[in-house]
């Protein structure tokens, strides 16, 4: 199993950014899929979830501007990020809690580097 997440760049105060994290190999079933993010000298924080129902949580600091939301079928989560803020900057992490091979575990895919700059 492996994640693989894209669409990281440089963008502007204001601007946006799509991220995409697609999941491939045998994969029977995911259940949570997630987007973290570590800022530069900070710990990692929880951005946004959901559900494979579609349920979704967001951090107080993005609820409004970033949308998380999924495609089961393609395996895919995605998190669009509107009104970027420098605080935004980070490398971003989606991890998933997938079910292969008769063995349910979390996945991380490797980061995506945001930088929101002028």
């Known amino acids: 199993v492996q994640l693989q997440a894209s669409g990281g760049g440089l963008v502007q105060p204001g601007g946006s950014l799509r991220l995409s994290c697609a999941a491939s190999?045998?994969?029977?079933?995911?259940?949570?899929m997630g987007w973290y993010r570590r800022p530069p000298g900070k710990e990692r924080e929880t951005v946004a979830t959901?559900?494979?129902?579609?349920?979704?949580n967001y951090a107080a600091s993005v609820r409004g501007r970033f949308t998380i939301s999924r495609d089961n079928a393609e395996n895919t989560a995605y998190l669009l990020m509107n009104n970027l803020k420098p605080e935004d900057a980070a490398v971003y992490y989606c991890?998933?809690?997938?079910?292969?091979?008769?063995?349910?575990?979390?996945?991380w895919g490797q980061g995506t580097q945001v930088t929101v700059s002028s």
């Open positions: 190999g045998s994969i029977s079933m995911i259940n949570v």
């Open positions: 959901i559900t494979s129902r579609g349920t979704t």
């Open positions: 991890g998933a809690d997938i079910t292969a091979n008769w063995r349910t575990l979390w996945y």
